[in-house]
């Protein structure tokens, strides 16, 4: 009963808000888990054919601005209004889907990713506030547990069906994205009610000046800001989820075998999920991370609160980096699912931990301005994370880069990759020349060329992140 009348002290708005988040986070994760593989396959797939260095700029880029702009955005927001901020960032994301799927140069790609990223700019802050606005401090933790519990939903929902759509084309996955922004302009037009904001004197040039104010009012705190620097490293490491592991999937595991392991005991999901070559996409098996947090969110959460946040922190990234190196280290797809667990049990621990941590060191009179800066890191880390998973990437783990290597090497003259050559045309007639096929081909430069010493590197940043943390915690908060 307790339970019961708890729920019913949480208004239309806040379920409505809710609501808005679960299918803005659909249609965001749904191409943006298949939007690295998107970027990078072969054309003849239906895909770009861009180069990882390409992917790495434009989805570091347009990320970073997607964490940076809410600065600016949520001042606009409260002046302008929530609603038509929200049918300004549908709009922007709508068109920016539609741009994504129709475009295929980098340039154009670039400025169709950036668009879209400043369409979530515009979103990001108005749900948590609006969650913030219509609980009180007896509904704020259950009312946040519900906002985080439908951000994964989100998150699994768009993936997963995703990761089908696009065996048919990729056309299908950002209509997805389309219909699901679709759904959020009838919520927000007839369920959700503009929150009443106190009427200041300033103009809106005044409210975004005053936003570039207070960020570097926030600043002048360097131990604050040493720790979110330090924090950097922790998001690079953990946007790999994103920019490198689809890929990784996609260019070197045969997923057959967890098709199979699905098969024999679930004929059914497995033929839902899978592929009619009878493997897992890359995509789908990526969104297991959200499938995992949905689950053990609330047992990690239990048990991680006994401990000081940056304990915390400092647990959760060593496992994250633990899942990391499974992740990209080994061919097998179960030991990949476990590796994607460890992963998300870490992520469960560190992620939550953080903002806690920030709210707790921020003085009483600027909570709100020190959790706005908060994303400045998360921004940083996405740039960074395009660079480790573009150029880096490319030279250590990607196969086609690797393939081109081992040609050249044995002075095998073959046309570029070009308009006319895909690279599926070079994989065939490098193939053909070097007497490997399929499968044959794969070992071959699995074994050769190690492309799985990426881990160390993916891994080594999280860790880095750990021994820093604990030289602040040791070192710098100890002083005090």
């Not at 808005?20 to 690295?36: D, M, N, V």
């Not at 389309?178 to 409210?207: C, H, Q, W």
């Amino acid at each position: 009963m307790g339970f019961i009348s708890l729920m019913k002290k949480y208004n239309t708005t806040f379920w409505a808000s809710n609501t808005i988040e679960l299918f803005e986070r659909w249609a965001w994760y749904g191409f943006y888990l298949a939007f690295a593989l998107y970027l990078v396959n072969s054309k003849d797939t239906g895909a770009l054919g861009l180069t990882q260095a390409q992917k790495g700029v434009i989805m570091g880029t347009g990320s970073m601005l997607l964490y940076f702009l809410p600065v600016i955005t949520g001042a606009i927001a409260d002046k302008v209004g929530y609603k038509k901020i929200l049918f300004l960032s549908f709009t922007l994301y709508v068109s920016g889907f539609y741009m994504i799927k129709s475009f295929d140069t980098f340039g154009w790609m670039f400025f169709a990713f950036v668009w879209t990223c400043v369409g979530g700019a515009f979103f990001k802050p108005i749900i948590s506030a609006m969650v913030a606005r219509t609980t009180t401090d007896e509904t704020s933790s259950i009312g946040f547990g519900i906002f985080y519990m439908m951000i994964n939903i989100g998150g699994f929902i768009g993936p997963f069906i995703a990761g089908i759509l696009m065996q048919k084309t990729w056309d299908y996955v950002f209509y997805m994205s389309i219909m699901a922004i679709g759904v959020n302009y009838l919520i927000t037009l007839f369920f959700f009610r503009e929150p009443v904001i106190k009427e200041g004197d300033s103009s809106l040039l005044d409210n975004i000046l005053q936003a570039f104010v207070n960020i570097f009012t926030t600043l002048k705190n360097w131990k604050y800001v040493l720790f979110l620097i330090i924090m950097i490293l922790f998001w690079t490491a953990f946007n790999q989820l994103y920019y490198s592991f689809p890929v990784f999937i996609d260019q070197w595991v045969d997923t057959s075998v967890v098709y199979n392991g699905i098969h024999s005991f679930w004929p059914w999901l497995a033929e839902s999920i899978g592929t009619s070559e009878g493997t897992i996409t890359a995509v789908t098996m990526s969104s297991m991370d959200s499938f995992y947090i949905i689950i053990f969110q609330l047992m990690v959460s239990a048990f991680v609160m006994r401990f000081r946040p940056l304990a915390a922190m400092m647990g959760g990234i060593l496992v994250l980096a633990g899942g990391l190196g499974l992740m990209f280290s080994n061919q097998s797809g179960w030991l990949i699912l476990l590796g994607v667990l460890i992963f998300a049990l870490g992520e469960m621990a560190s992620s939550p931990k953080f903002t806690e941590y920030v709210g707790r060191i921020a003085p009483p009179d600027k909570k709100a301005l020190y959790m706005g800066t908060s994303f400045l890191p998360i921004a940083a880390g996405h740039q960074l994370a395009g660079w480790l998973s573009g150029g880096v990437y490319e030279k250590i783990a990607d196969k086609i880069y690797l393939l081109q290597e081992e040609v050249t090497s044995r002075g095998i003259s073959l046309p570029e990759i070009s308009e006319e050559v895909t690279k599926n045309d070079y994989v065939e007639m490098a193939s053909e020349k070097l007497g490997l096929q399929g499968t044959e081909l794969t070992n071959f430069l699995w074994n050769n060329y190690h492309p799985a010493n990426i881990w160390m590197i993916y891994a080594g940043v999280a860790v880095g992140a750990v021994v820093f943390l604990w030289l602040y915690d040791r070192f710098v908060i100890g002083k005090n």
